[in-house]
DNA sequence: TCCGAAATTGGTATGATCTGCCAAAATCAG
DNA sequence: CTGATTTTGGCAGATCATACCAATTTCGGA
């Protein structure tokens, strides 16, 4: 999956598509200053190269009762290849993790798990974190308030 | 902005346009069993009530150059509340700031913090964290590596 | 149980959009 | 300056979104 280098106007598709994910192909052209045809063509070309990854529809977590998030320092036994390959492959599994770093520092992963309530939280600590054989230690932070969520990256330093 | 209560369907086509936000009316009507029109009819209700906040492109982080994910615990001198808000102004103004939580316990904010560098986040710091009032302590924890990115809220344990 | 109002659904026609092609323009190397 | 490659712009057919209307279902009150 080759990611070619992406000129002004990639970027400038990118940062759009990255705010509205819907924008028409030809509203999108306009704005980037190319005509409907190849800037659809730029457009496919950032998707099948992975550069977009895929499209996706964000959900308000209140409107669907998820609104607490986790966050979860765990620390592995010892740091061996194959026990951080079957934590990963567990962490992936967890549609309650939405985010999962391997870290520097004294933890080893980081986690973001939301769920709707600390009973949920509860629950997923018993049947399915601490079930992961190699689990050192999980010490759990709550997050009081989303003060801000974004998934666009920053691109607008790096405009030519 | 009221947010009626969600049925079945509802949560189903919330499931689906969460993994794929560009899918056709028409695929999603007939995954949800539904014609097409109720179903555009769902679509447009769960937008106007703020259910579905937005579309967004997902963007390879490596891709674009900014493969360095940093966590940054910030706690304020005082909670005074003025002194948070002003933190949070702050905050919402930074597209180096994916996410921002309040957080319990010792520090007060949590941040994802998305740079291409440790160069570029030095200067984050120096030009940005560091100048608001009131910031008492700064710990930065870096990620080596994003084991999972997931916007897809949990919504298939609530199926009815 | 029955009735009627309200909400939801399915179908259709119209307009907009996407998509694949071809020629023209721009870019780049020799 | 020339020729090849890449990128662009426009056009035609197909797909899709949208706005209506009638038909069905749902639900509360009698």
């Keep these: 999956m080759p990611k070619p280098d992406l000129d002004r106007i990639d970027r400038n598709i990118l940062a759009l598509l990255q705010q509205d994910g819907r924008m028409a192909n030809s509203d999108l052209s306009q704005r980037v200053g190319l ?26 977590p209140a409107a669907v009762d998820l609104s607490v998030s986790v966050f ?12 951080l390959d079957a934590f990963e492959a567990a962490v992936v599994r967890w549609p309650e993790v939405l985010e999962c770093y391997l870290m520097t520092g004294e933890a080893d992963y980081l986690l973001r798990v939301v769920v709707p309530d600390l009973a949920a939280y509860e629950r997923f600590l018993k049947d399915h974190l601490t079930r992961v054989p190699g689990v050192a230690s999980i010490k759990s932070s709550f997050a009081l308030k989303q003060v801000r969520y974004n998934t666009a990256l920053p691109l607008g330093h790096l405009a030519d």
Tied chains: 1, 2.
């Design 35 to 60: 005509s409907p045809s190849p800037c659809l063509r730029r457009v496919k070309a950032l998707e099948e190269t992975g550069v977009i990854r895929n499209y996706v529809a964000l959900v308000d």
């Design 72 to 83: 979860v320092s765990v620390t592995l036994e010892r740091q061996v290849e194959e026990r």
